[in-house]
């Protein structure tokens, strides 16, 4: 079965600074996709990133970019010029291409930003 | 256009009871999973719904049951109601079974 971890349960940051949010994950297929969620208190989960396993280079979104590295099965987000409304939990998570479809997630890293 | 509703937002059940959620996915999708997050936690895969049929489903016992409309709304069921049933309940639809899936707000429920 596969799994996420998330090593990091907090986080600060200063605002304007850049921070990295740590994941790795565990599995045996080739092809899959990774996931970066953001919840605020709001509860409903945005999707922040997203990676497909195939692709070598590193998705990124505006002030967000990841560093996948396949081989280690580790998934980071770096959040670049944080602002206050970055502040959320996030989690990482994995779904498979074959089979099951379910979203399978870390436990998540709550970020705080400091003004 | 509205994304993925989810009703209630909080209720409170009794031990033993019975509770149905609903959801009401977003515009053109046609499936639908349930997740459960516990406090502090991430979420847990319950099920998922693709032609009124349930389609997989994860690690929870059968007091967990579901059904999905012709119009491709959601119900999540459970019954005989645990204290460990308390958790944040997400509701994710998305255009097919592996398109990317776009979460409700949830809901919160509480059993006493």
């Known amino acids: 079965a596969q799994t996420v971890t998330q090593s990091q349960p907090e986080m600060s940051v200063q605002e304007a600074e850049t921070v990295t949010l740590s994941c790795t994950y565990d599995?045996?297929?080739?092809?899959?996709?990774l996931f970066w969620y953001k919840q605020p208190p709001s509860r409903q989960m945005i999707l922040v990133i997203r990676?497909?396993?195939?692709?070598?280079q590193n998705a990124t979104e505006n002030r967000f970019s990841v560093n996948f590295q396949k081989a280690a099965k580790s998934f980071s987000l770096k959040i670049s010029d944080s602002q206050l409304g970055d502040a959320a939990m996030y989690f990482c998570?994995?779904?498979?291409?074959?089979?099951?479809?379910?979203?399978?997630f870390g436990q998540g890293t709550r970020l705080t930003i400091n003004p | 256009d509205a994304g993925v509703t989810q009703s209630p937002t909080h209720l409170i059940k009794t031990r033993g009871q019975q509770v149905t959620l609903r959801c009401s996915p977003k515009s053109g999708h046609d499936t639908v999973s349930w997740y459960q997050q516990a406090l502090g936690q991430g979420p847990q895969f319950i099920f998922q719904?693709?032609?009124?049929?349930?389609?997989q489903r994860g690690n929870f016992p059968d007091r967990f049951s579901g059904h999905q409309f012709p119009n491709y709304s959601s119900e999540l069921n459970v019954n005989a109601l645990l204290l460990g049933d308390s958790a944040l309940y997400l509701c994710a639809s998305s255009l097919s079974p592996r398109a990317e899936a776009f979460f409700g707000q949830g809901t919160r429920l509480t059993v006493v």
């Open positions: 998570a994995y779904r498979g291409i074959q089979g099951a479809q379910k979203l399978v």
């Open positions: 990676q497909e396993a195939y692709k070598q």
């Open positions: 599995t045996s297929e080739s092809d899959y996709y």
């Open positions: 719904y693709y032609e009124e049929e349930e389609r």
